[in-house]
Each structure stands twice: as structure tokens, then as C-alpha cells.
């Protein structure tokens, strides 16, 4: 039976709507009036979206044959038209829910009579409709690719979203406590625990950050009075080699300004706060368990299973479908890792396409008639590679996901827990090494693979690769990290939130129809409202937990060389978490719930980054510094190890670290250019590079030997230390709570009270 009320009008079609009721198929079921009346707004489970196709089109008998696939299922359907669109309201049988509640013994507390939750609602829905299909076979997932369908998506509840508004998403409301448990009901489990626990690591980098400007005061603090900006300052007597093919001589004092900038981030405090955030990455993570095993327990989600209740929805979908095993490939896998190894391959190339960039435009800055321009041409070129390898990150987060999907697919993941693990893994690893690959090289590469006067190290056999200032090379790894960082966290702020609240501002210019009135007329508003709001998918939750991932690992991994990043994280987080709330509430439709009790994955990707974070600091103080070099000039070849009292340790360092090449060598002439060997109208005999080499045969010096000796012992040293102390840390505190332990105690206590009483209440009714 079907009615239709309100046909449209052509000179009022905005104010009308086209109501079309499709009747339940089950006759034992319905009532007249189910047949009839109008479902109120708030009760659909979801709401499907297509362009009305006229006459019989292949795409409108597709639409008619999967909504007649769900009534067959016993789902109530309504229709509305408006604009060349239809929406079909769908509302699932109470049969589904009392079925799921028995096989899984809700842990929403439901019984079989009573409903189950909403977010726990809208997940079995969704599983239905995904896995319901039309007579040749095809699923909702590609009928909407074939556009049959444009979207699927549960409807907010306005009373709900309004409390949410009002508690949480709103700016107004950043220095209030997540009401994480109404997060919960609203949203599900999984986007309760990443609310959960991006609130907890922002409460933690308060610590972190506050150590990280102390560090960086520590080194203002010294800023006029370190002996070592004092010599690079005044060294206006010091020629030192030109950086590159068309630099000219230049002077030591040049670079004051950065010797400057590196004390302030390279100093004896660095060496304390990479201790430190080694200990704090270990910390944060154990406190996090105990912290979610509280809230869990709450939940009452301890022992969830979300396999069990995916092969539970499969039954209830279909009572004789036949369980997917498990598969494994030997060949498959080795496909699989052959391409990851392409993938990273590639990435590779494209950091050392960047190295390739930086040298060029070195070479042409220098050339440039802007003075300021080529007097900081590795500087300004440096910046310039920052920015272009964010522009390569952005262009390069959707090619990784294109392939980690490609490679998902080829695995052939027999559920969707575990394809969502196994990309997860890839897309991480593809975006990690995207975002410091380029990073690494200047970390452990830069300067050191150069070269020297007379023997450079040439791209292509024509530029040569970049130097590191006579202060090192940590300031260039700073201003990679600043730059990528900074850029990452404002422009992707920006764009991630003003990008729906326009497209949502718009639509509700465009939508003038009057609201509220008859329930036909609230069905359709909710719709519409719902439908112009901003799309999500399986990508959404996804995206915010990688977006933290790589922050989380730019906070830990090379803090060494950036210890205001903790800072700059916290500054970011304390509006990251109402900006996603006020986004996922206000501007985007309501998202796929999901039911966990933990992380997931992202657990284990954490554990990695504090392993990797221990590594690469260790190897940033060691390798890319100037501690160790400057702690064995202290005390083995400086002016106190030699028995002076009256002046200060470090004085010299700068020149000792210094070598020196002669131009009467046809080797060293060889390598410049007749202008670069004039300075200042004079001709240049001798010029000097940052390197331990012997000024007769170049080879390098016993002090060079020394200082690789103490790098390499140090970095044995640091991570052995750091590691010993995580594992103590890790097995100081325990992941779950005493009292959380005690309370599951109780409930199995209790559960199995309650099984014997009730055997020996049968065995006396016999």
C-alpha cells in the first residue's frame, strides 16, 4: 500500500515535500495505521540518497530492487522527494537488536526485550545495509560508487546534539572537563577513547612543555656570554670557504646570528631533556592503560571481542551464510612486500629529490642581485626545501592511502578489524617516512658526506651537496621541523575546519524552505539538514588519530633539536579537541559508531615511536651536535686540560674545529671558481672548512678519531639508559588499576553466584 501527501507545487517546491510510504512486508507485524502514518523525524536508523532517475533507468531499478531487498528483511522504509533527490528513511526491525543482545550478552546491559543503545544501534544497521544486496550480486558499497546511492548516514538526535553543544563542542567550553561518558552514547566507543586519549596526552605535554621552555630559557639565559657566539662573532678575521659553486669567500662573523639561534637549542640542557622525554613517552603510555582501564570498566567492556560480534552480525544478517577463514599467501605476502618496499623506495627518492632542490637553489640565491638574498642563500634555501616538502607530504597523504588500500585488498584480510589494522600499519609507515625522511638526511647526513676542498662530493658530477655552518648542523634540522611543524598544525587546522563550517554556512543559505510545521515537514528538514552537512566515512576517525600519531611523533623523535615542540603541541591540542568536537557535532553528519575497549593499533604505533624516539635522540645529541666534540675539546685538547685557571674551558673551540686548505694546490684551485678565490679585492691564499683534517695531506686527525669514538660510545651509552629505564617504568606501573582488577573480580564472582543458583533452582524444581 503507498500514499503520498504534499505533492510538490512548481510555484512553492521549496516549501512542499513529496512523502511516499513504502509498507512493512511483514503482515504479522504491522498494523493499518504502521501502514499508513508517518514515522516520527527522530526514530529513522538511516537515511539513503540518490538523484531521481525518470523513467526505467537502470540506476532507478537498482534503487528500487535494494529497497526491496530490505523490506524483504522486514525494514520499514520512507520515501521523500525533493530537488531531483530521493531519501529513503530506513528504520530496522526490533527483531535484529534482541537477537544481537542474546548472542552477545550486551554489554550495554540490554536484554532481549529491551533496546539497545544508539551508537550500538546504528552499528548493526550499518552492517546490515552494507551487506545486503540486489539480485546480481552488488552491495551498498558499489552501488554507491556506481552512484545509485549518493549517501548513507544516520541522523543526530537534536536534543542530544544540543546537550553536546551546550557541554562540549563549542569554543567557550575549552577549559571545561569532556564529558567522555555522553561523548560515549552519542558517538560509540571508539570516538569516546579518541577523545579519551587526546585529552590525556594534552594534559601530559603540560610537564613536557614546561621542561622544554626551561631548557630553552637555560640557553637565553647564556645567550651574551657564551664563549663560543662570542668567537664566531668576532671571527671577522677568519676566510672561510664558499658553501657552494657560486658562493663567494666569506667571513666567520657572518654567521653570528646563527651561532646564536643553535646555542639556544643546543646546549648541556638538551642532553637532560632528551633523558627526560624518553622517560615521558614510557610514563605517558603506561598511564594511559591505567587510565583507559578505568573508563573501560566503566563501560563495562573489558573482555569485548570485536571479531565475535562481527561474526555475530553475520548470523543475524544471514542465518546460513558460511564464516570467511583465514587465508595466507606466501606469495601474496612477498607481492606485498616487494611493493612496500617500492612505496619506500619512492619515498626515498623524493627526500633526496628535495636534497637535490636545496643544493640548486643554494647555487642560484647566491647568484642573486638581492644582497640580503645571497649573503643567507643555504639559510633561505633550507626554508624554501621546508615548505616544499610540506607541499610534497600533502600531495603524498593521498597517494599513501591509494596504496595502502591497493595493498590492503591484495592481502585479503578476512575481517574488517583486521584490514583496519594492516592499513593503519602502512599508511603509518608511508606518512612517517614522508614527513622525516627529509628529516633524517639532515639530521645524520647533511655535512657529513660533502666532502672537502679539492674533493667534493658533487650531484651528477656538477653540484655539490650542502655543508653545515661552523656551529653545526642541529639549526638546520630545527628550522626543517619548526617549519614542517608549524605549517602542519595551523594551515591543516585552518583548512580542516573552516573547509565544513563554509560548506556548511552555505547550504543553509541555500536552503530558505520554511521549518517545523507537519511531521512530513520535519522529516524532511532533518533530512536535508543531515544530508547538506559535511560528509564522513570509514577515513574520518582514521585521520584525526593519524593527524596525532605524527604529531606525537614530532613531539618525541629530534625533540633534541626542538625542545619548544611539546609547546607548540599543547598549544595545538587545547584547541584540536574542541575544533574536532564542534566538527563532528555541528558540521559533519554523525559518524559510524563503533563499539571497542581500547586504541587499537595505534597502541602499538605508539610503543614504536617511543623505541624510535629513544634511537634518533640519542643519534640527534651524538651524531648531530656539537656536545661531544665540545666535551672532549673541554677536557682533553681546550685551555683547561692544559693547566690554565684564567680563562674560559671552551675558549678556541670554534678554530680548533676548523681545518685549512692552501689555494697554491692545483686540487683546491680546481674546485672554485677565479672570482670565488677574491675577497674583499684581495686574493685569497688560504680559507678554512669545518672538518678534523690535517692541513698537509687532508687526512684526518687523531682528534677526529677521538671524537668518532665518544659519539659512538655515547649513543651506546644514552639508549642503553633510556631503554633500561622505560622497561622500569613499564614495569613499575602496573597497566590496570588494583581496584579495576578487584571490580572484574566481583562481577565474575557475582556471574558465577548467579549460574549456580540457578542450576540448583532447576535441579530442586525437578
Same mark, same amino acid.
Given at each position: 500500500m503507498e500514499s503520498e501527501n504534499n505533492k510538490p507545487d512548481r510555484g512553492n517546491q521549496r516549501s512542499q515535500v513529496n512523502i511516499e510510504l513504502v509498507p512493512i512486508r511483514d503482515p504479522d507485524h504491522a498494523t493499518e495505521t504502521d501502514r499508513t502514518s508517518l514515522i516520527p523525524c527522530s526514530k529513522y536508523d538511516y537515511v539513503l540518497v540518490g538523484k531521481e532517475y525518470t523513467g526505467d533507468s537502470e540506476h532507478d531499478r537498482k534503487q528500487k530492487a535494494f529497497i526491496k531487498a530490505l523490506e524483504n528483511k522486514g525494514y520499514q522504509t520512507q520515501k521523500l522527494r525533493e530537488k531531483n533527490k530521493v531519501y529513503f528513511g530506513i528504520l530496522a526491525p526490533q527483531e535484529i537488536f534482541s537477537k544481537y543482545a542474546h548472542l552477545l550478552k550486551n554489554p550495554d546491559n540490554c536484554s532481549e526485550e529491551e533496546k539497545v543503545s544508539t551508537p550500538t544501534r546504528i552499528r548493526i544497521v550499518k552492517f546490515m545495509l552494507d551487506n545486503t544486496f540486489i539480485g546480481n550480486g552488488e552491495k551498498l558499497h558499489a552501488l554507491l560508487k556506481e552512484k545509485v546511492f549518493e549517501a548513507v548516514f544516520p541522523l543526530h538526535e537534536e536534543r542530544e546534539q544540543k546537550k553536546l553543544i551546550k557541554k562540549w563542542a563549542r569554543w567557550t567550553a575549552c577549559f571545561k572537563t569532556q564529558p567522555i561518558n555522553e561523548?560515549?552514547?552519542?558517538?560509540?566507543?571508539?570516538?569516546?577513547?579518541?577523545?579519551?586519549?587526546?585529552?590525556?596526552?594534552?594534559?601530559?605535554?603540560?610537564?613536557?612543555?614546561?621542561?622544554?621552555?626551561?631548557?630553552?630559557?637555560?640557553?637565553?639565559?647564556?645567550?651574551?656570554?657564551?664563549?663560543?657566539?662570542?668567537?664566531?662573532?668576532?671571527?671577522?678575521?677568519?676566510?672561510?670557504?664558499?658553501?657552494?659553486?657560486?658562493?663567494?669567500?666569506?667571513?666567520?662573523?657572518?654567521?653570528?646570528?646563527?651561532?646564536?639561534?643553535?646555542?639556544?637549542? =643546543?646546549?648541556?640542557?638538551?642532553?637532560?631533556?632528551?633523558?627526560?622525554?624518553?622517560?615521558?613517552?614510557?610514563?605517558?603510555?603506561?598511564?594511559?592503560?591505567?587510565?583507559?582501564?578505568?573508563?573501560?570498566?566503566?563501560?563495562?567492556?573489558?573482555?569485548?571481542?570485536?571479531?565475535?560480534?562481527?561474526?555475530?552480525?553475520?548470523?543475524?544478517? =544471514?542465518? =546460513?551464510?558460511?564464516? =570467511?577463514?583465514?587465508?595466507?599467501?606466501?606469495?601474496?605476502?612477498?607481492?606485498?612486500?616487494?611493493?612496500?618496499?617500492?612505496?619506500?623506495a619512492l619515498i626515498i627518492g623524493l627526500a633526496q629529490a628535495l636534497v637535490v632542490f636545496r643544493v640548486i637553489a643554494t647555487v642560484f640565491l647566491s647568484a642573486s642581485k638581492w644582497q640580503l638574498m645571497s649573503d643567507h642563500a643555504n639559510t633561505v634555501a633550507v626554508m624554501m626545501g621546508a615548505v616544499l616538502h610540506y607541499l610534497t607530504i600533502t600531495i603524498m597523504t593521498k597517494v599513501n592511502r591509494k596504496v595502502a588500500l591497493f595493498l590492503c585488498d591484495l592481502e585479503k584480510t578476512r575481517s574488517n578489524t583486521g584490514r583496519e589494522r594492516n592499513f593503519t600499519v602502512k599508511m603509518f609507515t608511508f606518512q612517517f617516512l614522508t614527513l622525516f625522511s627529509s628529516l633524517i638526511y639532515v639530521a645524520f647526513f647533511l655535512g657529513r658526506i660533502n666532502g672537502r676542498p679539492g674533493s667534493y662530493v658533487r650531484i651528477a658530477g656538477m653540484w655539490r651537496l650542502e655543508e653545515c655552518h661552523p656551529s653545526g648542523c642541529i639549526t638546520d634540522l630545527f628550522i626543517q621541523m619548526a617549519i614542517i611543524m608549524v605549517l602542519k598544525q595551523t594551515l591543516s587546522n585552518v583548512v580542516e575546519f573552516m573547509s565544513p563550517w563554509v560548506n556548511y554556512k552555505i547550504h543553509n543559505l541555500q536552503d530558505k524552505s520554511p521549518k517545523g510545521g507537519s511531521e512530513s515537514n520535519c522529516i524532511r528538514d532533518s533530512w536535508l539538514h543531515n544530508y547538506h552537512m559535511n560528509e564522513v566515512d570509514a577515513f574520518s576517525l582514521f585521520n584525526e588519530f593519524l593527524e596525532m600519531m605524527i604529531q606525537y611523533s614530532f613531539t618525541t623523535i629530534f625533540v633534541a633539536a626542538f625542545p619548544l615542540a611539546p609547546l607548540l603541541a599543547l598549544i595545538n591540542n587545547f584547541f584540536e579537541i574542541r575544533l574536532d568536537a564542534i566538527k563532528m557535532v555541528s558540521l559533519e553528519r554523525r559518524m559510524f559508531c563503533k563499539k571497542t575497549n581500547d586504541i587499537g593499533i595505534w597502541l602499538q604505533v605508539l610503543q614504536a615511536i617511543g623505541v624510535l624516539a629513544v634511537i634518533a635522540n640519542g643519534l640527534v645529541i651524538g651524531v648531530t651536535s656539537d656536545f661531544i666534540p665540545r666535551l672532549v675539546y673541554k677536557y682533553i685538547y681546550g685551555p683547561c686540560a692544559k693547566g690554565a685557571t684564567d680563562i674560559d674551558c671552551m675558549s678556541g673551540y670554534i678554530n680548533n674545529s676548523l681545518s685549512t686548505v692552501y689555494m697554491k694546490d692545483h686540487n683546491i684551485r680546481r674546485d672554485f671558481e677565479p672570482g670565488q678565490l677574491i675577497f674583499n679585492g684581495n686574493n685569497v691564499t688560504q680559507c678554512k672548512y669545518k672538518d678534523y683534517r690535517s692541513d698537509d695531506d687532508y687526512a684526518y686527525t687523531s682528534q677526529f678519531w677521538l671524537i668518532f669514538a665518544a659519539r659512538f660510545a655515547f649513543v651506546l651509552l644514552f639508549e642503553h639508559v633510556a631503554v633500561v629505564i622505560k622497561f622500569i617504568a613499564a614495569w613499575f606501573v602496573p597497566d590496570v588499576p588494583l581496584a579495576v582488577k578487584n571490580e572484574n573480580l566481583d562481577r565474575k564472582f557475582e556471574r558465577l553466584k548467579r549460574e549456580l543458583r540457578k542450576m540448583e533452582n532447576r535441579t530442586t524444581d525437578i
Open positions: 561523548v560515549r552514547m552519542y558517538f560509540g566507543e571508539k570516538v569516546a577513547l579518541y577523545f579519551l586519549w587526546l585529552g590525556w596526552y594534552t594534559y601530559m605535554l603540560v610537564p613536557a612543555a614546561l621542561i622544554g621552555v626551561i631548557v630553552f630559557l637555560y640557553g637565553l639565559a647564556f645567550f651574551e656570554s657564551n664563549p663560543l657566539i662570542k668567537e664566531v662573532c668576532e671571527g671577522n678575521s677568519t676566510i672561510m670557504c664558499p658553501l657552494c659553486d657560486k658562493c663567494p669567500m666569506w667571513q666567520l662573523s657572518e654567521t653570528c646570528t646563527y651561532a646564536k639561534v643553535t646555542h639556544l637549542f =643546543d646546549n648541556e640542557g638538551t642532553v637532560f631533556f632528551s633523558m627526560f622525554m624518553a622517560l615521558w613517552a614510557t610514563w605517558f603510555l603506561e598511564i594511559w592503560k591505567r587510565h583507559r582501564s578505568r573508563e573501560v570498566c566503566k563501560w563495562k567492556l573489558n573482555n569485548w571481542d570485536e571479531n565475535e560480534e562481527e561474526l555475530a552480525l553475520e548470523l543475524i544478517n =544471514d542465518p =546460513d551464510c558460511t564464516q =570467511d577463514r583465514y587465508q595466507h599467501s606466501y606469495l601474496r605476502s612477498i607481492l606485498v612486500l616487494v611493493l612496500v618496499c617500492c612505496m619506500i
